[in-house]
C-alpha cells in the first residue's frame, strides 16, 4: 500500500516519486503529541486538559482527537502559567534526551 512500513495505522504519510516518504505530511493526535513530547507526562493527563479547554491548537480551543503537524502552534495552560510551542517534529517514539527537538518554545 501507500504507507506501507509507517509505525502505526494513524499515521498518514505520502511516499514521493523516489519512494521516500515525505516527512513534512505526518500528523499525530494532539493528546499523544503532548504525551511523546513530554509537554505533558501522561496521555490522560494530556486528554483530560484538552477535554477542559486548556489546550489550543492554532489559535483555536482543541480536542484531544485534533490532528498536530509541523508548524502547528500549541499553546497549553498550566495554572497561572501558560506554555505556548511551535511543532518542528512529529515522530511516534524518540528518546527522552531528544524531545527537545520535536517543538520550540515561543
Do not use: H, P, W
Request: positive net charge; hydrophobic residues 35%.
Amino acid at each position: 500500500t501507500e504507507c506501507q512500513g509507517l509505525s502505526s495505522i494513524g499515521e498518514v504519510a505520502r511516499r514521493r516519486r523516489d519512494g521516500e516518504v515525505d516527512t513534512r505530511s505526518l500528523e499525530m493526535r494532539l493528546d499523544k503529541y503532548l504525551k511523546v513530547s513530554r509537554i505533558i507526562k501522561r496521555r490522560t493527563v494530556a486528554n483530560e486538559a484538552c477535554d477542559s479547554g486548556r489546550v489550543m491548537l492554532n489559535d483555536k480551543i482543541a480536542r484531544a482527537s485534533a490532528e498536530v503537524k509541523v508548524g502547528d502552534v500549541i499553546e497549553v495552560a498550566f495554572g497561572t502559567k501558560a506554555v505556548k510551542v511551535r511543532v518542528t517534529s512529529v515522530q511516534e517514539t524518540i528518546r527522552k534526551e531528544d524531545t527537545k527537538e520535536m517543538f520550540e518554545y515561543i
